[in-house]
């Protein structure tokens, strides 16, 4: 309560104090009018009483010409529609003009002419009518006919600006909240050699959200811009067209409801709700029910699962960045995939570090927060209740190892019964794989310098000073980034790779792009690499010629074909410059190595039951593979000497020289010269060469050194199929008669630099300084010194007419074949016959893998060996194929075969 001083009296307010005071005691007036002497209390009353009273400025209503001293007043009066009652009144019986070119044939009266009205007809005009209106008026279309056939697009956009104004502020008044589009319909034409070409073409805006505080002349000035850049992209796509005449500016108006404020909660119908089978979160405070429904599912809650509250401490586990709410339905795929990250700059490489260290803390906060097992399902329950055996290592179960329920710890679902001992034994990587095609040969010389900028460890595993097979920086104690080549698991182009997938296996490729032009990405792009030297080029506005995608590096040109796929996709894709090319192009190749990699990941899960992101190379997934297969438990070497001795028998590539370029001339040739030597050419090739060696005796344990009174007689009495094998040091001699016999491949290849090279001159000192990196592995016919090879190698050098001059040491071991069922069930698998690759209509297979498979499956087993010799067998199979198929074999005729012998090989193994 205020008390005025003077008289005493109460007031509610102190304005009203103020007021009563100037008016009554005229007291405490300061502000007064210069033209009228009233007085007032504040300074923006004095002004408002001067601009409507005195004021000589006048605002003028552009329909009815009626004037306003206040802008306000001019808003209340185009609201309100009073300029358009007034027309009405004044025009009494209006001239209809029908100005619209709609090919419904709707006409829409957006001007008229009073006959005794003193306004200039031409400025007199009502506001604009709706051309058409559905869905209960809340949709409508407005018609603005072009008058002016000189116009551009660019003029005739502006010319309708007001009008387009007014009609969004006279819906606003109406339903609040507005969607709103333009059209501008043209008529283009072309010169062509029948004649004329007429082309209607409309240029669009997508859908904007007006709101009350929406800058209207921004907004038409924004959808104005994007109509003309889309004419101009038009004119310069479809070189010839030009524009004959603007029809038209329509625009289009539909009520929008938007969640502002408001909840998305709808409730359930009764007869639902009283099921309790749907789980209907209560939001009635905003209107994210994407949100609470996603973590609903996630994490349920048994207690109170139908409130807002029983969620509220898992909202930071998930990221729901990127997706607005009320969320529609073209963001739904949102929820699971985000779009990959392509940044283009200078600092790329500073950048993509940055973001895989955020990425990688993120992921080891999840790997650390263990989550519950989530209730099981009935088959998961049957499943679990039935198990008798540890879905990891098969074994059954029993009191010291007791089953147990297996559960990813980050989804929290069920992956089967298992016992304590592998439960215990799993454990959540602490490594997050990058994988690269092709990491050890260019691609780690981009980014690798950014990793040392900050002082946390780096790892590296070097297969020369330049490349690596794979290098690692520690996030924190516990965590670390891994780098690896999936080439080092691939071992061919992504070109190539790309072929061998099926069109439904291109799973990540489909979430990114559309169904309609992902077959044009489903291949390797090109890209002009050499031509692509700075930045600047990103600015190119079109691709550039054929000649310019010319590889200097591989001196290869690209095809016709290639360059007419990369300029469709470059048009397809609505690419305005070569930058947006290249982001797309790195952008699928991405995604294609994921495609692919997943897909080898799926296989060697299913097939091996062995995850590759675990592995640095296939060698040591290879190895793992083989043991968990064949269970066998190989012994380590605990003396260094022997390792020593061992190292110094590895075989490797043999360096030669061939002369490969020979011409037959034999009685069969239509060019035969009888005076000349009589040649004949054969073609021999085998492949599998490391299955066929690992498919004999291996040392497997109990490695020692043996006695030196060993002879040439004991060695070659002793089986290669013994359960005891050895290896061996000699001397071997090459007999002078066998030097032409084996002159092309001689026998006993030896690591040893070649002769007068420069390594031979630095190694001329003591030969155990010889550097291993720098020796060759050559064939000679020279007398060898100590040279280590096993028992089943020297008995086949022996056989052949080598001599052994003298046994220098020898260890003794007890072998098997312990690597034969893996060897042969890789062989198997190679055999079974794919879907055919995209854009190919035959595979074939070489019958010397079907044949060494045969071999080995059809053998009899007698207490661990074996009555048959494995390359005896074999080659067996080889000839009977040859015979029948030749050196190549369809997998049509595979599968024929493999069907007529499968009551063979029941019938083998009963009878044996």
Same mark, same amino acid.
């Given at each position: 309560?205020?008390?005025?001083?003077?008289?005493?009296?109460?007031?509610?307010?102190?304005?009203?104090?103020?007021?009563?005071?100037?008016?009554?005691?005229?007291?405490?007036?300061?502000?007064?009018?210069?033209?009228?002497?009233?007085?007032?209390?504040?300074?923006?009353?004095?002004?408002?009483?001067?601009?409507?009273?005195?004021?000589?400025?006048?605002?003028?209503?552009?329909?009815?010409?009626?004037?306003?001293?206040?802008?306000?007043?001019?808003?209340?009066?185009?609201?309100?529609?009073?300029?358009?009652? /007034?027309?009405?009144?004044?025009?009494?019986?209006?001239?209809?003009?029908?100005?619209?070119?709609?090919?419904?044939?709707?006409?829409?009266?957006?001007?008229?002419?009073?006959?005794?009205?003193?306004?200039?007809?031409?400025?007199?005009?009502? %506001?604009?009518?709706?051309?058409?209106?559905?869905?209960?008026?809340? +949709?409508?279309?407005?018609?603005?006919? #072009?008058?002016?056939?000189?116009?551009?697009? /660019?003029?005739?956009?502006?010319?309708?600006?007001?009008?387009?104004?007014?009609?969004?502020?006279?819906?606003?008044?109406?339903?609040?909240?507005?969607?709103?589009?333009?059209?501008?319909?043209?008529?283009?034409?072309?010169?062509?050699?029948?004649? /004329?070409?007429?082309?209607?073409?409309?240029?669009?805006? %997508?859908?904007?959200?007006?709101?009350?505080?929406?800058?209207?002349?921004?907004?038409?000035?924004?959808?104005?811009?994007?109509?003309?850049?889309?004419?101009?992209?038009?004119?310069?796509?479809?070189?010839?067209?030009?524009?004959?005449?603007?029809?038209?500016?329509?625009?289009?108006?539909?009520?929008?409801?938007?969640?502002?404020?408001?909840?998305?909660?709808?409730?359930?119908?009764?007869?639902?709700? &009283?099921?309790?089978?749907?789980?209907?979160?209560?939001?009635?405070?905003?209107?994210?029910?994407?949100?609470?429904?996603?973590?609903?599912?996630?994490?349920?809650?048994?207690? #109170?699962?139908?409130?807002?509250?029983?969620?509220?401490?898992?909202? @930071?586990?998930?990221?729901?960045? $990127?997706?607005?709410?009320?969320?529609?339905?073209?963001?739904?795929?949102?929820?699971?995939?985000?779009?990959?990250?392509?940044?283009?700059?200078?600092?790329? %490489?500073?950048?993509?570090?940055?973001?895989?260290?955020?990425?990688?803390?993120?992921?080891?906060?999840?790997?650390?927060?263990?989550?519950?097992?989530?209730?099981?399902?009935?088959?998961?329950?049957?499943?679990?209740? @039935?198990?008798?055996?540890?879905?990891?290592?098969?074994?059954?179960?029993?009191?010291?190892?007791?089953?147990?329920?297996?559960?990813?710890?980050?989804?929290?679902?069920?992956?089967?019964?298992?016992?304590?001992?592998?439960?215990?034994?799993?454990?959540?990587?602490?490594?997050?794989?990058?994988?690269?095609?092709?990491?050890?040969?260019?691609?780690?010389?981009?980014?690798?310098?950014?990793?040392?900028?900050?002082?946390?460890?780096?790892?590296?595993?070097?297969?020369?000073?330049?490349?690596?097979?794979?290098?690692?920086?520690?996030?924190?104690?516990?965590?670390?980034?891994?780098?690896?080549?999936?080439?080092?698991?691939?071992?061919?182009?992504?070109?190539?790779?790309?072929?061998?997938?099926?069109?439904?296996?291109?799973?990540?490729?489909?979430?990114?792009?559309?169904?309609?032009?992902?077959?044009?990405?489903?291949?390797?792009?090109?890209?002009?690499?050499?031509?692509?030297?700075?930045?600047?080029?990103?600015?190119?506005?079109? =691709?550039? !010629?054929?000649?310019?995608?010319?590889?200097?590096?591989?001196?290869?040109?690209?095809?016709?074909?290639?360059?007419?796929?990369?300029?469709?996709?470059?048009?397809?894709?609505?690419?305005?410059?070569?930058?947006?090319?290249?982001?797309?192009?790195?952008?699928?190749?991405?995604?294609?190595?994921?495609?692919?990699?997943?897909?080898?990941?799926?296989?060697?899960?299913?097939? +091996?039951?062995?995850?590759?992101?675990?592995?640095?190379?296939?060698?040591?997934?290879?190895?793992?593979?083989?043991?968990?297969?064949?269970?066998?438990?190989? &012994?380590?070497?605990?003396?260094?000497?022997?390792?020593?001795?061992?190292?110094?028998?590895?075989?490797?590539?043999?360096?030669?020289?061939? #002369?490969?370029?020979?011409?037959?001339?034999?009685?069969?040739?239509?060019?035969?010269?009888?005076?000349?030597?009589?040649?004949?050419?054969?073609?021999?090739?085998?492949?599998?060469?490391?299955?066929?060696?690992?498919?004999?005796?291996?040392?497997?344990?109990?490695?020692?050194?043996?006695? @030196?009174?060993?002879?040439?007689?004991?060695?070659?009495?002793?089986?290669?199929?013994?359960?005891?094998?050895?290896?061996?040091?000699?001397?071997?001699?090459?007999?002078?008669?066998?030097?032409?016999?084996?002159?092309?491949?001689?026998?006993? %290849?030896?690591?040893?630099?070649?002769?007068?090279?420069?390594?031979?001159?630095?190694?001329?000192?003591?030969?155990?300084?010889?550097?291993?990196?720098?020796?060759?592995?050559?064939?000679?016919?020279?007398?060898?010194?100590? &040279?280590?090879?096993?028992?089943?190698?020297? @008995?086949?050098?022996?056989? =052949?007419?080598?001599?052994?001059?003298?046994?220098?040491?020898?260890?003794?071991?007890?072998?098997?074949?312990?690597? =034969?069922?893996?060897?042969?069930?890789?062989?198997?698998?190679?055999?079974?016959?794919?879907? !055919? !690759?995209?854009?190919?209509?035959?595979?074939?297979?070489?019958?010397?893998?079907?044949?060494?498979?045969?071999?080995?499956?059809?053998?009899?087993?007698?207490?661990?060996?074996?009555?048959?010799?494995?390359?005896?067998?074999?080659?067996?199979?080889?000839?009977?194929?040859?015979?029948?198929? $030749?050196?190549?074999?369809? +997998?049509?005729?595979?599968?024929?075969?493999?069907?007529?012998?499968?009551?063979?090989?029941?019938?083998?193994?009963?009878?044996?």
């Amino acid at each position: 309560m205020y008390t005025c001083n003077i008289c005493g009296k109460n007031f509610v307010t102190n304005y009203v104090l103020k007021r009563h005071t100037l008016q009554v005691h005229e007291k405490n007036a300061v502000l007064q009018c210069a033209d009228c002497s009233k007085k007032f209390v504040r300074e923006r009353d004095l002004k408002r009483h001067r601009d409507s009273v005195h004021s000589t400025e006048k605002i003028t209503c552009k329909f009815c010409y009626t004037s306003f001293t206040r802008k306000d007043n001019l808003l209340k009066h185009l609201n309100n529609k009073r300029c358009e009652r /007034k027309l009405e009144k004044e025009a009494g019986k209006r001239k209809r003009v029908d100005l619209s070119v709609s090919s419904r044939k709707k006409k829409t009266q957006l001007f008229t002419s009073a006959e005794n009205s003193t306004a200039d007809p031409e400025n007199i005009f009502l %506001p604009p009518k709706e051309n058409e209106r559905a869905f209960q008026k809340a +949709y409508k279309t407005f018609n603005l006919p #072009n008058n002016d056939s000189s116009l551009g697009i /660019k003029e005739f956009l502006l010319l309708r600006k007001e009008e387009t104004i007014f009609i969004f502020r006279n819906e606003l008044e109406t339903y609040k909240a507005l969607k709103v589009s333009k059209w501008v319909h043209c008529i283009y034409s072309k010169a062509t050699d029948a004649g /004329k070409m007429i082309k209607n073409v409309e240029f669009k805006t %997508p859908n904007n959200e007006v709101l009350q505080e929406t800058n209207l002349a921004r907004l038409y000035d924004d959808m104005s811009e994007k109509i003309v850049k889309e004419s101009e992209d038009f004119e310069g796509r479809d070189s010839g067209w030009t524009l004959d005449e603007i029809l038209r500016l329509e625009v289009r108006t539909n009520r929008y409801s938007p969640f502002r404020g408001s909840s998305s909660f709808i409730e359930v119908p009764k007869q639902i709700a &009283e099921t309790k089978a749907i789980i209907n979160v209560i939001n009635k405070k905003d209107s994210q029910c994407f949100m609470w429904s996603i973590l609903a599912a996630l994490y349920p809650n048994t207690s #109170n699962p139908n409130k807002t509250s029983s969620y509220v401490p898992h909202l @930071n586990k998930l990221n729901f960045d $990127g997706i607005s709410f009320p969320t529609p339905l073209n963001e739904l795929s949102r929820g699971h995939y985000k779009d990959p990250v392509v940044y283009r700059g200078i600092d790329a %490489p500073k950048i993509f570090i940055e973001k895989l260290e955020k990425d990688a803390i993120e992921i080891e906060n999840i790997y650390k927060k263990s989550k519950p097992l989530l209730p099981l399902t009935e088959s998961e329950k049957q499943l679990y209740d @039935n198990a008798n055996n540890c879905y990891v290592c098969g074994q059954t179960f029993h009191e010291n190892n007791i089953k147990v329920r297996d559960h990813n710890h980050v989804t929290q679902k069920f992956n089967g019964p298992c016992c304590n001992s592998c439960n215990l034994a799993m454990k959540a990587p602490k490594f997050l794989p990058v994988f690269f095609h092709n990491l050890s040969g260019y691609d780690a010389h981009i980014f690798i310098n950014e990793l040392g900028y900050d002082e946390k460890q780096i790892n590296l595993i070097p297969n020369t000073e330049e490349k690596y097979i794979s290098f690692s920086k520690n996030i924190s104690n516990d965590f670390q980034l891994r780098f690896l080549d999936s080439f080092k698991f691939m071992s061919s182009s992504l070109e190539n790779l790309i072929k061998t997938l099926k069109k439904d296996e291109f799973k990540y490729m489909k979430h990114y792009f559309d169904s309609e032009k992902i077959d044009l990405l489903l291949r390797k792009g090109v890209f002009p690499y050499d031509y692509f030297d700075s930045f600047e080029k990103c600015k190119d506005s079109c =691709l550039p !010629p054929i000649s310019k995608f010319y590889n200097k590096l591989n001196e290869e040109a690209i095809s016709v074909e290639d360059y007419n796929h990369a300029c469709k996709v470059f048009n397809e894709f609505h690419l305005n410059n070569l930058g947006e090319y290249c982001d797309l192009y790195v952008k699928t190749d991405v995604l294609l190595l994921t495609d692919l990699f997943e897909n080898f990941r799926k296989i060697c899960m299913q097939t +091996y039951k062995l995850d590759p992101c675990w592995y640095f190379t296939t060698p040591a997934l290879s190895w793992d593979a083989m043991l968990l297969h064949t269970k066998v438990a190989i &012994e380590l070497f605990t003396d260094y000497d022997m390792l020593l001795f061992i190292e110094k028998g590895v075989r490797g590539g043999i360096s030669q020289c061939c #002369n490969r370029y020979a011409i037959a001339n034999n009685r069969y040739m239509s060019n035969f010269n009888p005076d000349d030597e009589i040649k004949y050419l054969m073609y021999l090739d085998a492949n599998n060469l490391y299955g066929y060696a690992m498919s004999k005796y291996l040392p497997l344990k109990d490695f020692v050194w043996s006695d @030196n009174d060993l002879t040439e007689q004991d060695i070659l009495n002793l089986s290669d199929e013994s359960d005891v094998g050895y290896i061996l040091e000699v001397d071997l001699e090459y007999p002078s008669d066998l030097h032409d016999k084996h002159s092309d491949f001689p026998l006993a %290849p030896e690591n040893k630099p070649p002769p007068n090279s420069v390594e031979k001159k630095q190694f001329n000192s003591p030969p155990q300084l010889e550097n291993q990196s720098q020796c060759r592995r050559k064939t000679t016919q020279l007398v060898s010194r100590n &040279e280590t090879t096993q028992l089943v190698s020297r @008995n086949e050098t022996t056989q =052949l007419g080598s001599r052994n001059e003298k046994l220098n040491s020898a260890v003794g071991t007890k072998q098997l074949n312990s690597a =034969l069922p893996s060897t042969a069930y890789n062989a198997y698998n190679r055999l079974q016959p794919p879907a !055919p !690759p995209l854009q190919q209509n035959r595979l074939f297979l070489p019958t010397y893998d079907l044949a060494l498979v045969l071999g080995l499956q059809f053998q009899s087993p007698k207490n661990g060996s074996r009555s048959w010799k494995s390359h005896f067998v074999t080659l067996q199979w080889l000839a009977l194929l040859r015979l029948e198929f $030749g050196p190549l074999l369809t +997998y049509q005729q595979l599968s024929k075969l493999l069907n007529r012998l499968n009551d063979f090989a029941e019938t083998s193994y009963s009878s044996n």
